[in-house]
């Protein structure tokens, strides 16, 4: 009964290692181990939408130390309104739709919205991207994936669209926020409890972000 057990477990741990596993979330920066920051919003007709959930993919490619050229292929949940602090190895990555049990890559990102179920054809421009570099006990804030569900034709389905907000005030609003929840007693105990581990980190974030912004020019050039 015991090798039994083995055979049917087995595979669906393959399976789950196959379509990438789900990393921890806002775990203390220990064992040289680094983070990323992801946030999401979903927009309808009527406005602002809290109500949802959405899957991609936090492919490694295999470049850290000890890897050989096999990376970490992490599974990311999203809530919208929700900066999401996911603990990762140290690699170089890219993001990417999700993968089934067989590890195959999925064509479109699976998107829940107030109980519905949608499919929207994963951005190429996110797949152009250049390689994210994640350095140990170090956090790289992405941007925040905006999701766009617009008013429907009659009798036609509305077409999701989805892009990647990038920018360096995206990036640090999404900083931002997460101290904010750090800071704030009512917040759900996974910010508050390691505010003093990641301070440090976040505060180094906002300093790389402070040096990707254009120069503010000190006075402006008269018009000919």
């Not at 055979?7 to 990393?23: E, N």
């Not at 590890?103 to 699976?110: A, I, K, R, S, V």
């Not at 179920?117 to 994963?122: E, I, K, N, S, V």
């Not at 190429?124 to 994210?132: E, G, M, P, S």
Request: glycine share 8%; aromatic share 6%; charged share 25%.
């Amino acid at each position: 009964m015991r090798s039994r057990s083995a055979l049917i477990i087995a595979p669906c741990l393959l399976a789950a290692a196959c379509a990438g596993t789900t990393p921890s979330l806002g775990h203390q920066p220990e064992r040289g181990l680094s983070s990323i920051l992801i946030g999401s919003r979903i927009i309808l007709p009527t406005g602002e939408t809290y109500s949802g959930r959405m899957w991609l993919n936090f492919e490694g490619e295999g470049e850290g130390e000890g890897d050989k050229g096999n990376g970490e292929t992490y599974r990311l949940a999203l809530k919208p309104g929700q900066p999401m602090l996911y603990q990762v190895e140290p690699d170089s990555y890219h993001l990417a739709p999700t993968r089934n049990a067989f590890g195959l890559q999925q064509e479109t990102l699976h998107i829940e919205i107030e109980g519905r179920t949608f499919r929207a054809p994963f951005p190429r421009d996110i797949q152009r991207k250049n390689k994210i570099i994640v350095k140990p006990t170090k956090i790289v804030s992405l941007g925040i994936l905006e999701v766009r569900l617009p008013a429907a034709l009659p009798g036609r389905e509305a077409q999701v669209k989805v892009w990647l907000d990038d920018g360096v005030a995206a990036r640090r609003k999404l900083i931002e926020d997460t101290v904010r929840l750090m800071m704030d007693p009512d917040a759900p105990n996974i910010y508050r409890k390691n505010a003093i581990d990641w301070s440090r980190a976040l505060d180094q974030s906002l300093v790389d972000l402070t040096a990707e912004s254009p120069p503010i020019p000190l006075y402006k050039r008269a018009n000919p």
